[in-house]
């Protein structure tokens, strides 16, 4: 496939993520919006409208069927990932799944078998990973430059709104903070420590039992992550990654920074890299390279690394006593 042809998408799950993720889509001369699904089809004509997209479809087994359609983005609520995806995969289509992978590990195993058997690519869409001020910090990390990590510090919080965002609110669907956003902290540190030794986690639940706030201490041999995620307060959203030599803070919101400040002896030095639009095309572009490739995972985000990503939330999710 030379690349001057273009790549064609599908996207199930047509929310407000999806809308962000589309116009980036928009962005990449090799990318086509080939299709849209909903199950509401007044939604998905509307969305298809907007995107400059020829095919809306009122169900997903439509969306699968469509033999122009090369790869899907599925941006459906956090229950249904698993299912879609391997439908998706199934039906011969590569797959982009929006973050958390699944609500359990066995199912994300089950989606990564399915990856292997049909021979398509599939990704986490931990679009975080290949923003360009996070590729550069994790290289200056690699390179030694604030000598050996130490401690890291992250969150991601905000006050959410029962009544305006339901579905984060909604069991049901998997809602709570842990697997919304506190997968983004937890991300960070096992990008730059790996798995941890050990783990401590508290939440407050809600009402209906999903987390409103959980903080995470990740352990390991000999360095320390200090995690939060919360969808009832506010934070300054930077992260700190501190070493032995100095230390790098990202600029808030860390999970898509546009730039990055270096501190050595306490002299600061201060980085800007922009994204590309809202920065959801950096992924979208990984995507394009390893199906060029005829690659089935990423090299930056492999499947392994969702497993493993998957496997700490699953602990913090027995420690904390969630129940999908």
């Known amino acids: ?83 879609l995806s391997i439908r998706a995969l199934e039906n011969r289509k590569h797959v982009l799944c929006e973050k958390p992978l699944a609500l359990s590990y066995s199912d994300a195993k089950r989606m990564i078998e399915a990856s292997k058997k049909n021979n398509k690519f599939f990704m986490e869409a931990f679009w975080t990973r290949f923003i360009p001020s996070v590729k550069e910090v994790l290289q200056k990390v690699e390179n030694g430059e604030i000598g050996e990590v130490k401690y890291i510090n992250a969150d991601f919080a905000f006050r959410g709104s029962e009544t305006e965002n339901q579905r984060l609110f909604d069991k049901k669907l998997g809602g709570g903070a842990l697997f919304d956003i506190g997968v983004y902290p937890l991300f960070l540190s096992y990008i730059l420590l790996g798995k941890p030794k050990e783990i401590i986690s508290k939440a407050i639940k809600h009402k209906n039992d999903i987390d409103l706030q959980t903080s ?18 506010d934070s300054d959203m930077k992260a ?12 808030s919101p860390w999970f898509v920074a546009d730039g990055y400040s270096l501190f050595i002896d306490e002299k600061e030095t201060a980085f800007s890299l922009p994204t590309l639009g809202k ?46």
Not at 19 to 25: C, I, K, M
Not at 301 to 314: A, T
């Open 279 to 324: 920065g959801y095309s950096h992924e979208i572009i990984e995507c394009h390279n390893c199906i060029r490739n005829s690659q089935i995972e990423s090299e930056f985000w492999s499947h392994q690394n969702c497993l493993d990503l998957s496997r700490i939330v699953e602990e913090i999710k027995s420690q904390i006593k969630l129940h999908f």
């Open 1 to 83: 496939m030379k690349n001057s042809q273009k790549i064609k998408w599908g996207i199930i799950g047509l929310g407000n993520i999806a809308n962000q993720f589309a116009t980036d889509l928009m962005l990449l001369e090799d990318a086509e919006l080939t299709a849209v699904a909903s199950r509401d089809l007044e939604k998905a004509k509307d969305f298809a409208q907007k995107y400059n997209c020829s095919k809306a479809y009122d169900s997903y087994d439509a969306i699968f069927a469509d033999e122009e359609v090369e790869i899907i983005y599925i941006a459906t609520p956090h229950d249904s990932h698993a299912e």
């Open 240 to 251: 700190v990654i501190a070493g032995t030599k100095g230390r790098i803070e990202l600029n």
């Open 216 to 233: 995470m201490i990740l352990q390991y041999e000999s360095a320390q992550s200090i995690l939060h995620a919360s969808i009832v307060s």
